[in-house]
């Protein structure tokens, strides 16, 4: 009677030691299921970040600050020799060297992206761009004429004044990429822009003699 009744408690034993470890199994595949389904979901993301997700506003982001960013350095350039301030001088040089890295960064999106890149330079070459112009803060054929036949001080008010309606602009059309952008470095861009030329528009309100 004894060794039935041991007899019956290893076999419970033996038969509750193979559920558990059933349990064990199937909770093991269930957290590896999950971990699968985690990280095909990371990679499916990772590949989406990489292969450069953007929208609509990414893109006019970029296709209009180019050529915005190309006016600008038009303008510093012309500054360089027809400036009489040094201060200005200085403000065209380190605007020239912000916004040349950036039109490249720009380009390299929309080339990825398989979309135009802007190549015309607005006031440059005089074509299709005026006051009418839907970029903010353009000048137009006739601004950048009278810019460029200015000097010495009175050149260095015109760019001052012309700048900062330029710089306006640019935060503008930044400011929405922030608000409504999709690619990430876009939108980096888009605050660094914010930020780098609202302290130059104060800048350049005191060298008008503004406060």
Same mark, same amino acid.
């Given at each position: 009677m004894t060794s039935t009744r041991s007899f019956v408690r290893r076999a419970i034993l033996v038969a509750s030691a193979v559920t558990a470890a059933l349990v064990l199994a199937a909770c093991g595949n269930g957290n590896s299921d999950g971990s699968g389904s985690a990280a095909q979901t990371s990679a499916a993301a990772t590949a989406e970040s990489t292969a450069g997700a953007h929208n609509g506003q990414d893109l006019s982001f970029a296709?209009?600050?180019i050529p915005h960013h190309q006016q600008a350095i038009q303008m510093a =350039?012309?500054?360089a020799t027809?400036?009489?301030s040094a201060e200005v001088k200085d403000l065209a040089s380190r605007i020239e060297k912000a916004q040349a890295p950036e039109i490249e960064t720009m380009s390299g999106w929309l080339e990825s992206w398989g979309e135009d890149v802007p190549s015309s330079m607005p006031g440059m070459d005089h074509s299709g761009h005026s006051g009418s112009s839907d970029t903010p803060g353009m000048m137009s054929t006739k601004d950048m004429d009278e810019l460029m036949k200015a000097s010495g001080t009175d050149f260095d008010e015109?760019?001052?004044? $012309?700048m900062v309606g330029h710089h306006e602009g640019a935060v503008e059309m930044a400011t929405a990429e922030k608000g409504k952008g999709q690619y990430g470095p876009a939108k =980096? $861009?888009?605050e660094d822009i914010i930020t780098a030329q609202n302290a130059e528009i104060e800048e350049m309100n005191k060298l008008l003699g503004k406060s």
């Open positions: 296709q209009g600050m =350039k012309t500054a027809q400036a009489s015109m760019f001052l004044t $012309m =980096k $861009m888009a």
